[in-house]
């Protein structure tokens, strides 16, 4: 959490691509790379297609009007979760139930 003193983090290189694009029709279809996960969700955002890095590959993100606010990194997770090994008691039980 950022302090309330100190300025929201907003990436100028990423404000102008959104503008560059809003202004140009021909460029909408394509989404927009983003390796900056700090930089803060603005309202000029809303409607954009973004590809967040999560550090191994590029996740999309269509940004709507519940996001502003937050950082993009929020919405594109960086870890994957998998499941807890279980004991070797319940996967007989499992094995069985199945049969």
Known sequence: MRS???LPIINLKLLYKVIKVKSNSTLGLAPIKVWSRCCII???Y???TFMVHNGN???TLLVDE???GRKI???SLTRTFSKHKLSKRKQVRRYRKKK
């Open 4 to 6: 309330l003193s100190k």
């Open 42 to 44: 603005l309202p000029i």
């Open 46 to 48: 809303i409607g954009f």
């Open 57 to 59: 590959r590029f996740r």
């Open 66 to 68: 519940r996001m502003v």
């Open 73 to 75: 990194g929020e919405f």
